[in-house]
Nanobody, 122 residues
Framework: QVQLVESGGGLVQAGGSLRLSCAASGSIFRLNAMGWSRRAPGKQRELVTTITTVGSINYADSVKGRFTISRDNAKNTMYLEMNSLKPEDTAVYYC????????????????WGQGTQVTVSS
């Protein structure tokens, strides 16, 4: 089994920054790709960014140039640095992982965290 625990969410003004963390435990060898997804009120889930064990990365167009994903394999932790935040970034952010080592988001995630709220005020 795999456990994913997010932290770092909160309230920030537009233009500000936040850093989310996702700590993984359990069967870590399964986590060949990890990513962040978000769900805003009344909207469908949006895949934000994915990173593989070897460092392949993709980003949703809505966050390119503002968000940066990274992972520390030694610490089994993934990060999301969010800069120039906008009110439309307000959502619950979920950490996710899959065993398939690809950034192709046509592949489903196998594991999910509980989510952390990010609220950006205008």
């Amino acid at each position: 089994q795999v456990q994913l625990v997010e932290s770092g969410g909160g309230l920030v003004q537009a233009g500000g920054s936040l850093r989310l963390s996702c700590a993984a435990s359990g069967s870590i060898f399964r986590l060949n790709a990890m990513g962040w997804s978000r769900r805003a009120p009344g909207k469908q889930r949006e895949l934000v960014t994915t990173i593989t064990t070897v460092g392949s990365i993709n980003y949703a167009d809505s966050v390119k140039g503002r968000f940066t994903i990274s992972r520390d394999n030694a610490k089994n932790t993934m990060y999301l640095e969010m800069n120039s935040l906008k009110p439309e970034d307000t959502a619950v952010y979920y950490c996710a992982a899959r065993s398939t080592p690809t950034v192709d988001d046509r592949y489903e995630y196998d594991y999910w965290g509980q989510g952390t709220q990010v609220t950006v005020s205008s």
